[in-house]
């Protein structure tokens, strides 16, 4: 790390849109921000394409966005939660706007607003065609550099957050390349994004491998619904890791999805993710092949140079020819439970962005709401770090820190990554879930829970929730319960998750 850290301020943890913009709305408070790389590296905001979603046109509203959003939800969304993100909406749109994030506009200055699947509305505000994550996390880094209250470090790795006596958090440990070091705070915002790379086909950076869910864990904190994993179903599948993703975007432009005959795959390609992802997945279980027409759409609209510069790079003119696609691991609804102020259940640990769960997606995201969760809770996170401002219980000694979990899975993530990707995939079932749980069971007694990667501990409370959920609902296919139930959260913490699976001496340490 160099120089010692900086004390006794707010840490936040990740650098993607939510952490950033958490540290921006924070300011004039001096606050640290963790990242594993350099500044937009490691970060599926860096990747998003399609946009951010938010009422901006007169012919829609609030109300519409948040009914959308219920709907996708399938019953596990919260509509409180749903009302206020999008209320707020188009505020945090035009923050980014004012940041700097140059928006696609039409001649006279208003948004230009794309249609996604499962919205009623165009309302997806996107920049440079489909490279909004890109544009924004650039003005929100930019805003970050002119803040001279915000140090990042940059590959720095948090392994452990610290509580003390009283349950409050206390601190964290860091690692970046030399002995682990630890960072007195008794203020922590996990914002570490989501957990596709615990997948063999991610659109996701392939480290993001749910760090911040095992974080959370190992303090102490709640965790929500973590089995609702949305795969997206259409990423080229030419070999590539992560998958390039092709944004539903297209298919709002009018893209269709056929098989290998070039017969259309669905009456509806607009229909939700989870549905697409299931037609596609099926096919592809049956030996077939699943393509994306987007001839004409792209030669309409010269909208989607993310989408044509992943085709070039792998050969294929998608003008010319249909794209292959398959479903890849792409967001996760679940996550820390947090309250409307993005609290987690231990005192002085917030959790905002993609690691959160808040109950706006629910069992199924709507297109463009995580970029729009992240910054609109980042701006509610950072009033409420702030608050607790001279609240300071007992201050921590400086005791040294322990080595902290393995920074990769024993023999590497190839083989826990398939086998996420074979048993805790798209379609589940109690059989393929149960062997998930017993293998990562047995991999984190062998380690003790201490020495566990964060990795492996994530997909294995993912896989334990997965097996938990004895129902089918949005992105959670369980073939052997195709059915819904009532409608209820899932909340799992490391001590009542794992407690039956390990051993007495490795339960003490789940404690
Ligand atoms: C290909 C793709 C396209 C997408 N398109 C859209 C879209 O069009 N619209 C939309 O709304 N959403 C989209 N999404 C989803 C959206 O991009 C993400 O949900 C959102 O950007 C997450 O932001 P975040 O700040 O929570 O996390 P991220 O942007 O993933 O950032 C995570 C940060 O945490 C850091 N980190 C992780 N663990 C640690 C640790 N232990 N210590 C220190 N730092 C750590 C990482 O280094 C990184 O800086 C897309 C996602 C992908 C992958």
Redesign the pocket.
């Known amino acids: 790390m160099g120089a010692a850290p900086p004390q006794d301020r707010p840490v936040i ?8 913009l958490t540290a921006v709305h924070l300011a004039p408070l001096p606050c640290v921000v ?4 350099r ?1 937009a ?13 938010a009422a901006l046109h007169p012919g829609d509203s609030p109300l519409l966005h948040a009914l959308d959003t219920l709907h996708a939800g399938a019953g596990l969304s919260d509509p409180g939660t749903a009302e206020r993100i999008t209320a707020a909406a188009p505020a945090a749109v035009e923050h980014l706007a004012a940041l700097g994030a140059r928006f696609d506009r039409t001649p006279d200055g208003a948004f230009t607003l794309g249609l996604e699947a499962a919205h009623s509305r165009h309302r ?1 505000a ?1 920049a440079g065609g ?1 490279a ?2 890109h544009e924004v ?1 650039r003005a929100a880094i930019a805003a970050v550099r002119a803040t001279p209250s915000i140090t990042v470090l940059q590959h ?4 452990r957050v610290v509580t003390g006596d009283d349950g409050r958090v206390a601190g964290v440990v ?1 690692a970046a390349g030399g002995a682990p070091e630890l960072i007195r705070t008794d203020r922590v915002v996990l ?4 957990a ?1 790379g615990l997948f063999r086909h ?4 392939t ?2 491998r749910g ?2 869910l095992a ?1 959370a864990a190992r303090a102490g904190a709640e965790l929500r619904d973590l089995e609702m994993v949305q795969f ?1 179903p259409t990423a080229l599948d030419v070999g590539l890791d ?1 998958m ?2 092709v ?1 539903e ?1 297209l298919r709002g432009a009018g893209a269709r999805l056929v098989d290998a005959a070039g017969d259309r795959l669905l009456e509806d390609d607009l229909a939700p993710r989870d549905v697409v992802a299931r037609a596609v997945f099926a096919e592809l279980e049956r030996g077939g092949r699943v393509f994306l027409d987007a001839r004409e759409a792209l030669g309409a609209a010269a909208r989607f140079p993310t989408v044509a510069a992943a085709c070039r790079a792998a050969g294929i003119d998608p003008r010319r020819a249909p794209m292959p696609v398959r479903p890849a691991a ?2 996760l609804m679940g996550g820390v439970s947090v309250d409307g102020r993005g609290r987690t259940t231990v005192a002085g640990l917030w959790a ?5 769960s808040t109950g706006l997606h629910g069992a199924n995201r709507l ?8 910054a609109v809770c980042a701006r509610w996170v950072a009033q409420d770090v702030a608050g607790q401002e001279g609240r300071r219980g007992p201050r921590l000694g400086s005791p040294a820190p322990q080595p902290g979990p393995a920074a990769e899975p024993a023999g590497g993530a190839a083989e826990l990554r398939t086998l996420m990707s074979e048993c805790v995939g798209v379609l589940r079932d109690g059989a393929t879930l149960t062997h998930a749980v017993d293998r990562l069971g047995a991999t984190v007694d062998r380690a003790g829970l201490d020495a566990t990667d ?1 990795a492996t501990l994530a997909a294995l409370l993912l896989a334990t929730s997965a097996l938990r959920r004895e129902e089918s609902r949005g992105a959670h296919t369980r073939t052997d319960f195709p059915g819904a139930a009532e409608p209820r959260h899932l909340t799992l913490t490391l001590e009542d998750g794992l407690g039956g699976l390990l051993t007495p001496a490795h339960r003490r340490s789940a404690t």
């Open positions: 943890v990740g650098a993607g849109l939510a952490g950033l963790l990242t594993t790389g500044l590296e490691h970060t599926s905001t860096d990747l998003a394409q399609g946009g951010i979603a997806v996107h489909d909004t994550g996390l720095a790795r948090a392994v860091v914002a570490t994004g989501g596709g991610t659109t996701n950076p480290g993001s760090q911040g974080l997206h992560p390039p993703l944004t975007a792409h967001y905002v962005g993609e690691v959160a297109a463009s709401n995580s970029l729009l969760e992240a964060d």
